[in-house]
């Protein structure tokens, strides 16, 4: 127990120090995104746009993702060596990496959320019509507990793979960066990219989604979120620690 309270108090500092500054810097992004777009007209836009509609929030979405990524790498490559280091044990390692995982998509999430149900109000006062249907999310009709929900259930499958891909990469290196090139090149040679990126269009068609979503596309991803987090466990469980590249 002495053990999983170090790890899960350090990993904590670090989780908060690291989540003050990205979501400072991304609200920041976000203001003068819509200073501009007011104090401009849309000539200086941010976010993203769909025909006469704009999203400022929505913009943050590549951003999230690229710290999704940084923050999993980060886990293994930094904070895995110290947290051995103070004689944590595998097991308790990861019960904290799992728990901060679920901190770190939950604060994200009620972030974008908050930010989502205030957006429309600047975005008029600019004269642009506020983008507000996201196909799995509605910013304008939803609440903001069914948003931050959604958004918090996608945030955490999609660490969850990073999760996995960081931990292979910590065990195995530029070896491991080998064989998914290998395997990329297999699926174009007989054509299971085109099939998987057929499926993936398919799942992910609004029209899909609005009558599979709260059944098989949740049931989908919640067991693909737990398959990679057992995954990454027993790869923990088994990796020393040592100075990689790659």
């Known amino acids: 127990m002495d053990s999983l309270k170090r790890t899960m108090k350090y990993q904590l ?20 995104g819509f200073v501009s777009n ?47 280091c103070l004689s944590v044990t595998r097991k308790d390692y990861y019960k904290s990496v799992v728990l901060h995982n679920v901190i770190v998509a939950f604060v994200i999430s009620l972030f974008q959320g908050v930010l989502f149900k205030i957006e429309p109000y600047p975005i008029r006062a600019a004269g642009i019509n506020p983008l507000q249907d996201f196909i799995v999310l509605n910013t304008e009709t939803d609440s903001l507990i069914y948003i931050v929900l959604i958004m918090f259930v996608a945030f955490l499958v999609y660490m969850s793979f990073w999760n996995l891909v960081a931990a292979l990469n910590y065990k195995f ?29 398919i799942m992910f068609s609004s029209r899909w989604i609005e009558h599979n979503l709260n059944l098989f596309l949740g049931i989908f991803f919640g067991i693909g979120a737990v398959v990679c987090y057992v995954v990454s466990y027993f790869i923990t469980l088994n990796t020393n620690v040592k100075h990689r590249v790659g």
């Open 173 to 201: 290196g530029y070896r491991f960066w080998i064989v998914v090139v290998a395997l990329f090149i297999f699926m174009i040679r007989f054509n299971f990219l085109g099939f998987l990126l057929d499926f993936l269009d």
């Open 13 to 32: 500092n670090e989780t908060i120090k690291g989540l003050a500054i990205f979501l400072g810097i991304l609200l920041l992004v976000d203001i003068i």
């Open 38 to 84: 007011i104090r401009y007209n849309n000539i200086w836009s941010f976010g993203i746009h769909a025909d006469t509609e704009m999203s400022v929030i929505g913009g943050n979405i590549m951003a999230i993702i690229i710290f999704f990524i940084a923050y999993s790498y980060s886990i293994y490559y930094e904070d895995f060596p110290i947290a051995i």
